[in-house]
């Protein structure tokens, strides 16, 4: 009887928001696209061809106006409902092949699939799924396999950049371990990051390969106990989780500059009341209840002077809290302290704090538990209908109203969830 292995694949697409960008624009397959941020005002996603003319994530726009026309960048607002409505299409179709999949980001989920058959079978396996998911999205996957998650991160670089491996590598046994790691970055090891990097440098570690057959000892000396899971996965021992590197957040913050000068006390609470929306929605996702909301406003600055008016303030909810409705009249009251008549607002947010576990919830004898309990059903409703179906708004957000709405000005349609953006062909 065959041996079986335990094998941890990740499927992670090609610059994912530039290439859903150019599905329903064929003229633009072999052009260099960028994705923006909310109010057009920084690159955070980039086309093959845009990284190769120099363009980086990062780039702020109205400082690099000269090179995007000289090298023709076509640029685009970001559009997540698109994006999410994509990375939906590519979990269903992983599914049909595979039980155990995790979803990690929008653009990349883990595969855990134990096999008696050969590398070679599951090379053909994995090149399936990525013709599936090209044939039925026109969106490329690199897959990456081998026995631990970090390794999988490795092999998926590989996947991506060596032409080679015609975007699926696997590493089939330890004997390609070290050729693996000896030419794989130590700054590109998934968990390390910008410090751990600057870090091993200084200690003359380049490489995965050097980083992975350091001492116990001193790894976890200078890199703790994470530091110590990632090693152990590279040398091809499970120590992490998907979990390891999702920790929720302690607090949330929803913030943004507003396309044009908020002068009035209803606009700027329509654009609080979309921030706690958002805000409310991210809590909810990880799982967990809020007990302070702080509100803050910024003003652009009077003719002469060097500040606007700022002032921030922090509340406390009277129980623990994630549904909007119950955010939301908190952060107006603490709106209607600092909200001075007469400034030209430029910013807002809001800034959920004092997390716990909506599971580890203790509820006080005055807690109407009734009520909170059915809050959170509604909101498990709004939240589904929200990824799935449109979008429910509350009254006070009034989203006709241009005045805090964000910039953007290359924004595509929402081409496979709105009816009425749907791609029109001409027969005639």
Same mark, same amino acid.
């Given at each position: 009887?065959?041996?079986?292995? *335990?094998?941890?694949?990740?499927?992670d697409?090609?610059s994912?928001?530039?290439?859903?960008?150019k599905?329903?624009?064929?003229?633009?397959?072999?052009?260099?696209?960028?994705v923006?941020?909310?109010?057009d005002g920084?690159i955070?996603?980039?086309?093959?061809?845009?990284?190769?003319?120099?363009?980086?994530?990062?780039d702020?726009?109205?400082?690099?106006?000269?090179?995007?026309?000289?090298?023709?960048?076509?640029?685009?607002?970001?559009?997540?409902?698109?994006?999410?409505?994509?990375?939906?299409?590519?979990?269903?179709?992983?599914?049909?092949?595979?039980?155990?999949?995790?979803?990690?980001?929008?653009?990349?989920?883990f595969?855990s699939?134990?096999?008696?058959?050969?590398?070679?079978?599951?090379?053909?396996l994995?090149?399936?799924?990525?013709?599936?998911v090209?044939?039925?999205?026109k969106?490329?996957?690199?897959?990456?396999?081998?026995?631990?998650?970090?390794?999988?991160?490795?092999?998926?670089?590989?996947?991506?950049?060596?032409?080679?491996?015609?975007?699926?590598?696997?590493?089939?046994?330890?004997?390609?371990?070290?050729?693996a790691?000896?030419?794989?970055?130590?700054?590109?090891?998934?968990?390390?990051?910008?410090?751990?990097?600057?870090?091993?440098r200084?200690?003359n570690?380049h490489?995965?390969?050097?980083?992975?057959?350091?001492?116990?000892?001193?790894?976890?000396?200078?890199?703790?106990?994470?530091?110590?899971?990632?090693?152990?996965?590279?040398?091809?021992?499970?120590?992490?989780?998907?979990?390891?590197?999702? *920790?929720?957040?302690?607090?949330?913050?929803?913030?943004?500059?507003?396309?044009?000068?908020?002068?009035?006390?209803?606009?700027?609470?329509?654009?609080?009341?979309?921030?706690?929306e958002?805000?409310?929605?991210?809590?909810r996702?990880?799982?967990?209840?809020?007990?302070?909301?702080?509100?803050?406003?910024?003003?652009?600055?009077?003719?002469?002077?060097?500040?606007g008016?700022?002032?921030?303030i922090?509340?406390?909810?009277?129980?623990?809290?994630?549904d909007?409705?119950?955010?939301?009249?908190?952060?107006?009251m603490?709106?209607?302290?600092i909200f001075?008549?007469g400034?030209?607002?430029?910013?807002?947010?809001?800034?959920l704090?004092?997390?716990?576990?909506?599971?580890?919830?203790?509820y006080?004898l005055?807690?109407?538990?009734?009520?909170?309990q059915?809050?959170?059903?509604?909101?498990?409703?709004?939240?589904?209908?929200?990824?799935?179906?449109?979008?429910?708004?509350?009254?006070?957000?009034?989203?006709?109203?241009?005045?805090?709405?964000?910039?953007?000005?290359?924004?595509?349609?929402?081409?496979?969830?709105?009816?009425?953006?749907?791609?029109?062909?001409?027969?005639?």
């Amino acid at each position: 009887m065959s041996n079986t292995t *335990q094998w941890q694949i990740i499927i992670d697409a090609n610059s994912f928001y530039a290439s859903v960008e150019k599905v329903f624009r064929p003229e633009l397959r072999t052009k260099p696209v960028a994705v923006l941020s909310n109010n057009d005002g920084i690159i955070v996603a980039l086309s093959s061809e845009a990284k190769e003319l120099g363009f980086k994530r990062g780039d702020a726009v109205h400082l690099i106006q000269k090179e995007i026309r000289e090298k023709k960048l076509h640029l685009f607002s970001s559009n997540y409902i698109l994006y999410y409505d994509f990375s939906r299409r590519i979990e269903q179709i992983v599914s049909r092949t595979f039980v155990h999949v995790q979803k990690y980001s929008i653009d990349e989920m883990f595969v855990s699939y134990k096999s008696a058959k050969s590398v070679e079978h599951l090379r053909a396996l994995l090149k399936k799924v990525k013709n599936d998911v090209f044939q039925e999205t026109k969106v490329h996957v690199s897959i990456g396999a081998a026995s631990t998650k970090t390794l999988a991160k490795v092999m998926n670089q590989y996947a991506k950049k060596d032409k080679r491996y015609k975007g699926v590598a696997i590493l089939q046994d330890n004997e390609l371990l070290k050729r693996a790691l000896d030419k794989f970055p130590v700054e590109n090891v998934w968990g390390i990051g910008r410090r751990g990097t600057e870090k091993l440098r200084l200690n003359n570690i380049h490489t995965a390969w050097q980083f992975s057959q350091k001492h116990d000892s001193w790894i976890r000396k200078h890199f703790t106990v994470t530091g110590l899971r990632t090693a152990k996965e590279l040398r091809g021992i499970n120590a992490v989780t998907i979990a390891d590197f999702l *920790q929720d957040k302690k607090s949330i913050m929803c913030s943004r500059s507003f396309g044009q000068a908020v002068k009035n006390y209803k606009d700027l609470k329509a654009a609080l009341a979309d921030f706690v929306e958002e805000a409310a929605e991210k809590l909810r996702k990880q799982k967990s209840v809020c007990k302070t909301v702080s509100v803050f406003v910024s003003s652009y600055p009077p003719k002469g002077e060097k500040y606007g008016y700022r002032k921030n303030i922090q509340l406390e909810l009277p129980y623990f809290a994630s549904d909007t409705i119950h955010i939301t009249t908190i952060a107006f009251m603490g709106l209607e302290r600092i909200f001075k008549t007469g400034e030209r607002y430029k910013k807002a947010g809001v800034i959920l704090g004092e997390f716990t576990s909506e599971q580890n919830l203790q509820y006080s004898l005055w807690d109407n538990i009734e009520k909170i309990q059915k809050y959170r059903n509604l909101y498990q409703k709004v939240d589904f209908i929200n990824s799935s179906e449109g979008r429910i708004y509350l009254a006070v957000q009034n989203i006709d109203n241009a005045k805090h709405a964000i910039k953007l000005n290359h924004k595509s349609p929402q081409y496979t969830t709105n009816i009425a953006e749907v791609l029109k062909i001409d027969m005639g």
